[in-house]
């Protein structure tokens, strides 16, 4: 089933993300793609993560295609204005890529290309409602007419941890509102938190119009750790998991992320308004079936159609 | 007339007091007729133009988008978010309210709930900001504002379903 399927029908839905090298091939996507495929519904291809250079997510994507299993586009404001963000979509959409995820990116200054202009022409609403109102009112953001009209499944992301922690469910409130249908969370360590969030977006009820995945990721190492933290915006990392992290013997650290990873997943998924998992996990893509096996997690099998749909 | 890039920056005039001044400023007949004497002659306009910015640069570090969104921002310029996000925050902020790009300084939008939210206005933070105009840059926003041009500038979020999207009109 796709993802949208999937989502639609109630059931646990699992996520991951591939990271495209830095460098003109795909072969490594392919292989990655072909190793998840029986394990997650659909994989996010990222958009020059962290402002790094790297293979572009829709040619990513398409490799994602053509391994046997569903991509999610992932689409930034950071580098595109809005005539190129549309293009995008129409060429995403005519080749058969049907999921996209809109955030706003991550600013060029923490990139390897430190000078480059930042371009945030449209925000993440902004860039959900247009892509929305591509699909359904048939026209672009000039007014003007498409024939015909992309076909697309729209994901948004939300940040539950980051201050002002009053208004992070209401701007998913704006997120859905523009358009979107599902939403991948930043990594949950603060189970508690989450649910904290995850009420309020509740008492909005926002999870009834929108699928909440919620993020979930495994820390390799101390090292990993200590560079998410320090490097990577927007992720907090409480005492206790570097505690426990630290606690065991480098060689077993990864072994305890994994077990980690799979105590969050099994206790979000308790947690009313959770219709499933992102893996944050890009880089670390073999890690997925010990995860999902330490947490007991299958989705079910049905024979996958081979268009990426 | 973009080149300087977007700093957060605390307003030095308080909440309050904005939007105390909100009021009097609001579109009338008056202010109508003004404007529409200032536009007539190149040089009012300048002049108008030149002392709005020195104003507003000074109370909100304005960088004259020509499109003001102060009203419904707790008064805290949007366009100082180095990523120009005029819907709010994006998902970097520290956890200590601090911005992302600039670690020394307060994120907007940290700020601008805390001043909507002293003054009760926590729903203007929900309405949806259209693209902005980049062609507006360097225009006189009061007069933009007072001759009905910035009627489109946001909508409220149930409106978003219909009609004809985010697309200002040509």
Redesign the interface.
Known sequence: VSLRERLASGSFAVTAEISPPRGASTQKITETAAQLKDWVDAVNVTDNQGSHARLASWAGSLAVIAAGLEPVMQMTCRDRNRIALQSDLLGASALGIRNILVMTGDHPRFGDHPGAKPVFDLDSVQLLWTLRTMRDQHVLLSGRKLAPAPDCFLGAVENPFAPPAEFRAERLGKKVAAGAQFVQTQFVFDVPAFARWLAQVRDLGLHERCAVLAGVGAVRSVRALEYMRDHVPGVEVPDDVDRRLRKVPPEKQGAEGVKLAAEIIQQVAEIPGVAGVHLLVAGNEQAVPDILNSAGVRISQEPRQNDGR | VTAASPVPVHPRLGARVAYRLQQVLRPNAGYRWLSARIETAGSARRLFTGAERQAKEKLFGCRMCGQCALPVTGYVCPMGC????????????????SC??YPERR?V??DA??RA?SAGR?AD??L?????D?RRWGQSSWLNYWQDRDEDLWTA??T??A?????AH?
């Open positions: 180095p990523k120009e996000l005029r819907n709010g925050p994006c998902g970097g902020v520290g956890a200590d309210g992302e790009v994120c939008w940290v709930y805390d939210a926590t933070l929900r949806l900001h259209r693209p902005a980049h979020g149930a978003a379903e009609g004809r999207g985010p697309g040509p």
